[in-house]
């Protein structure tokens, strides 16, 4: 088998890591970061052109920055091979979606990452048990996604078949919303401490809460942009039950603190026992 890699960083290189050990494929890749993910064992070989990196490939995985994903995966089926599937690991689907209606193109999104960006963060095992969006599209070939969705479950993950305008809602409640909570949390904890002017003692609730808060401010600020609508609709929701939580404190209204204490317990216990 051989394999495309369209950027090589965190994702980009994990894939190629992944697919090398455990596809035994051979491996070309593309991007600023190519010559270290030979280095890292990412790569068999670090190509000058897209053209070259998807030569006779089997499968071609766009790793770029989200706003040039769309671009950069017409630039990749328009180079590929007629049976090479392709797909992209952004976190966001819709547009991309749209964007390409080719047979070829399946979206796609690995529910994984770190705190730390770049190849030199990347590991064979990044994917093992994690969510992989697959998003086809109206012209999606079920061939494609089948491969597809094999080559997935080889590289350790779990392939999820799923629309791409649901993915997006999905997306900004699970995954966007925290994001931008734990901004704000951290915010908020700065400013309180700076006006007190004591130490900076946080608990281990604070650390939990805001681990992802400030996480590669570049990568982030494009996933916000590119899912706004979505991420508007979750921040009226959110604002909304703050409120809830407002009047109560304002009603010293401990009953209503109480149910959505309780609530918000069970309610974390169906998503977490239901692995979602």
């Given amino acids: 088998m051989r394999v495309a890699v369209i950027g090589t960083g965190l994702i980009g290189g994990s894939v190629g890591m992944a697919a090398r050990r455990r596809l ?6 593309i991007g ?3 010559p270290r993910a030979m280095e890292r064992g990412a790569l068999d ?14 499968v071609a995985f766009v790793a770029t920055p989200l706003g040039v994903v769309s671009e950069t995966v017409a630039a990749v089926l ?11 690991v952004g976190s966001t689907k819709a547009a991309v979606v749209a964007a390409c209606a080719d047979p070829r193109f399946v979206g796609g ?14 590991r064979e095992d990044l994917f093992d048990g994690a969510a992989w969006y697959l998003t086809p599209g109206p012209a999606g070939d079920g061939a494609a996604l089948e491969r597809l969705a094999e080559i997935v479950r080889r590289l350790g993950a779990r392939p999820t078949v799923v629309d791409a305008e649901l ?4 997306m900004a409640a699970v995954s966007h919303l925290p ?9 908020q904890a700065h400013a309180a401490l700076d006006e007190a002017g004591g130490p900076s003692a946080t608990g281990p609730g604070f650390r939990d809460a805001t681990r992802i808060a400030g996480a590669n401010p570049p990568l982030w600020a494009d996933i916000l942009l590119a899912n ?8 009226d929701a959110a604002t909304q039950r703050l409120a809830q939580v407002r009047a109560a404190l304002v009603a010293g209204d401990r009953d209503t603190l109480l149910t959505l204490q309780r609530q918000a317990a069970d309610e974390r216990r169906s998503l977490l026992e239901g692995g979602r």
């Fill in 228 to 235: 706004r609508a979505a991420l508007v609709a979750e921040l």
């Fill in 109 to 122: 999104h690995p529910m994984s990452g770190g705190e730390g960006a770049g190849v030199d963060h990347a």
């Fill in 45 to 58: 070989v670090a190509c000058a052109s897209i053209e070259e990196a998807v030569d006779d490939a089997d």
């Fill in 78 to 88: 328009a180079a590929a091979p007629a049976d090479c599937v392709v797909t992209d």
């Fill in 24 to 29: 035994g494929a051979e491996v070309r890749g």
């Fill in 32 to 34: 600023p970061e190519a």
């Fill in 167 to 170: 993915h997006d809602r999905l």
């Fill in 179 to 187: 994001h931008v909570v734990a901004n704000v949390l951290v915010a």
